[in-house]
């Protein structure tokens, strides 16, 4: 026999009821659950330090601007969370951040690393491979440890921010680029350029507007 209008609405009200028992009884209590964590901004990391209001204006001045940046600071005063807090606030913010340590790649692999390699162009290369530049293309990339670039990768540097293009290590086409650099380097980048060690070219193209990462010991 159907059921009437009277028992459906019994029974739906029943499998709500069932329903809710279900739903909490799958819920740990409160003191078990973890609370949402909210992702903190670079920026509010770096905001949340006073003895960096200075920088912290100077990188909301400068990050709207498509221009190079050069962090110069020790090593581990924090000139990735800079890097970050720059591309959060920029135009490119909605575009790749590719982030390439210089000094963490074998000289040999760095020109493949960048630029990218086609099929062929060596003996371990069995098919074509973009290079960070490509990956980068209309957002931002930030090179760290830029004093420990071997001067033959420099010139190849520069040549990308003169000219805007790429080309692949065993290839002859060019590849525009549209990518904006934030570089890192240590204190003793001036003493690397007297000495030969870095291009004073390079640099000039890279310190369009130069910051100064205070140290941990004076935060």
């Known amino acids: 026999e159907a059921f009437g209008r009277n028992e459906l609405e019994c029974l739906r009200g029943a499998c709500r009821f069932l329903g809710e028992e279900l739903k909490n009884s799958l819920q740990l209590p409160a003191e078990f659950q973890v609370p949402e964590v909210k992702k903190i901004s670079a920026m509010q990391m770096l905001k949340d330090c006073p003895s960096l209001d200075g920088l912290c204006r100077s990188i909301e001045t400068v990050a709207p601007y498509d221009v190079n940046i050069l962090l110069i600071g020790e090593t581990g005063s924090g000139k990735d969370v800079v890097a970050n807090a720059i591309w959060e606030l920029s135009a490119r913010s909605k575009r790749p951040f590719v982030k390439f340590n210089c000094g963490a790649t074998s000289p040999a692999l760095i020109a493949s690393t960048l630029f990218g390699h086609e099929k062929g162009a060596f003996t371990d290369a069995s098919h074509m491979r973009r290079g960070i530049f490509e990956l980068a293309n209309g957002g931002t990339l930030f090179l760290d440890e ?33 990518v904006r650099i934030i570089a890192a380097a240590q204190n003793d980048l001036q003493e690397k350029i007297r000495k030969g060690e870095f291009r004073e070219d390079l640099w000039y193209r890279l310190s369009t507007y130069p910051l100064d990462v205070p140290p941990l010991r004076q935060r």
């Open 146 to 178: 830029l004093t420990s670039m071997p001067l033959e990768m420099q010139t190849g540097l520069l040549r990308v921010l003169e000219h805007g293009e790429i080309t692949r290590v065993g290839g002859d086409t060019p590849i525009f680029v549209d």
